[in-house]
């Protein structure tokens, strides 16, 4: 799911009239695009000024038909990770074309498939030894609802306060945030929200042994890049153990050596009996998730010749996602990507909160690898305080919004975290160069200064609004 959903697509969403932005009139790729897909999304990339037409794609670069060069610190929401159309990858994912192989023959024993889930099972270690193959993130949590289910005869299932799990119905129940849910009708009964970092409010509902699972990001992303409090996952798990619950880790973003290691799991002494994977898995070209678990659970959802396929789709372990998943765990390990996440996160970090130390709008820099984010909080300063506050009344997300176009406008692809509009997130691919992080803080930092001292930011804020919201 995309933060820009949220954020700039709520701004649209809570509009009272949806205001008719200009549309160019002649027939490209472009128009069609509005005038069969989704025109929305078309009027608020315009709104934002952030309509680009991109042409070619490499590691942290995009390069725009106008001549820019953007540097992407988004990276598709965590998809990234090894760069931009890798050449690797795709030469992998060619010769797999060439081989005119069974790429979905749905009938026979997929060998890649094989190959890709005994090399998932061991670098994630622990009790998980098997993997259900998908296509998105979403879907992996709905298989991992219906495997808690089914594992322990229960029906109720925990989330965490602010966390995003996909927009499908079973893992659109595990998101509080009305936006997403609303008009969409009923969802799932029997889920329930925790704060995210407390272990006791969990261990409560735990206890009424009502729970299949609790299923929790390792780090939130779209919930403001937060990370959890020492002890917390450790104490999470032997709540879910003390009381039959199971423990689902969605690192559908955090996954793929996002935070420095494979698995944001992997910072703590956890054994989860699921993980989602995604994004990341298939170097961003292919579609391709994965659901990893123990045998035990396998052996509940599968565990009989009658039941060898009671959870499956069509797309699931076709060749081509497979070998671009082959071909994405090569390059991140023979690239050493998750040593190089963690270091130039903490270098990110560091150079971050250095540059910005002594502004009162900057509350906190933080993350883990190259998932991270700064946090605004409101200013104290009159001066700032007053247009601050009328912003939010227009939206919350407006002020992070103007943030993110004024980066683009200096070349860096950003956006806010979609259940959290006051942190910014920054996740680069893990191929980042340090002249690069080098770029981003300086681009940073003259916007946040911008912010609080001059009026053009706030200036811009208007002119959005005005462009967005009609008023
Ligand atoms: C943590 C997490 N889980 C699941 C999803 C859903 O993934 P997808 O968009 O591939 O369905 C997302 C999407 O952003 C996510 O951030």
């Known amino acids: 799911m995309h933060a820009w959903e949220t954020s700039p697509l709520a701004a649209a969403s809570y509009m009272p009239e949806p205001l008719i932005l200009p549309l160019t009139a002649t027939c490209t790729p472009a128009t069609l695009y509005q005038d069969h897909v989704n025109p929305q999304w078309v009027r608020l990339l315009n709104a934002l000024d952030m309509n680009v037409r991109y042409t070619r794609c490499q590691g942290t670069e995009l390069y725009t038909e106008d001549g820019r060069r953007i540097l992407d610190f988004l990276s598709g929401y965590c998809v990234h990770n090894a760069g931009h159309n890798h050449p690797g990858i795709i030469s992998a994912i060619k010769e797999e074309l060439d081989r005119c192989g069974p790429a979905m023959l749905q009938s026979h024993v997929p060998e890649l498939a094989g190959e890709l889930a005994e090399k998932l099972c061991t670098l994630a270690g622990g009790r998980l030894k098997k993997a259900f193959f998908c296509c998105s993130g979403t879907e992996g949590v709905e298989a991992a609802i219906k495997f808690s289910r089914a594992t322990t005869g229960r029906n109720g299932l925990i989330y965490a306060g602010g966390a995003s799990h996909g927009l499908t119905c079973g893992a659109l129940s595990l998101m509080s945030n009305p936006f997403w849910r609303e008009g969409f009708g009923p969802l799932l009964a029997d889920t329930e929200e925790v704060p995210f970092g407390d272990a006791a409010a969990l261990e409560e509902k735990l206890a009424t042994k009502r729970f299949a699972a609790f299923i929790v990001e390792p780090v939130q992303t779209e919930g403001g890049i937060r990370v959890p409090p020492t002890g917390y996952l450790e104490a999470a798990q ?234």
């Open 238 to 471: 032997n709540a879910c153990r003390r009381h039959g619950a199971l423990l689902v880790l969605d690192e559908a973003q955090t996954g793929l050596y996002r935070t420095g290691a494979f698995l944001a799991a992997h910072h703590h002494h956890i054994d989860p009996d699921i993980v989602v994977l995604a994004k990341a898995l298939s170097g961003g070209l292919i579609p391709c998730a994965a659901v990893l678990m123990s045998d035990h659970v396998y052996n509940a959802v599968y565990g009989s010749l009658k039941r060898a396929i009671a959870h499956t789709s069509t797309f699931s372990e076709n060749g081509l996602s497979m070998r671009a998943g082959l071909a994405t765990l090569e390059v991140v390990e023979r690239e050493r990507l998750g040593q190089r996440a963690a270091e130039m996160g903490e270098y990110m970090r560091e150079r971050l909160s250095s540059r910005l130390s002594g502004y009162e709008m900057v509350k906190e820099v933080r993350g883990s690898g190259l998932l991270n984010g700064i946090e605004f909080g409101a200013p104290q300063k009159l001066s700032l305080r007053v247009p601050f506050e009328a912003f939010l009344k227009i939206h919350p997300a407006m002020f992070g919004q103007v943030l993110v176009m004024r980066l683009f406008r200096l070349g860096f692809l950003t956006q806010i975290c979609s259940n959290q509009f006051m942190t910014l997130r920054l996740c680069p691919p893990l191929v980042v160069e340090e002249g690069q992080v080098d770029e981003l803080v300086d681009g940073v930092a003259s916007v946040v200064e911008l912010m609080h001292s001059s009026n053009s930011y706030w200036t811009e804020a208007l002119g959005l609004a005005r462009r967005v919201l009609g008023i």
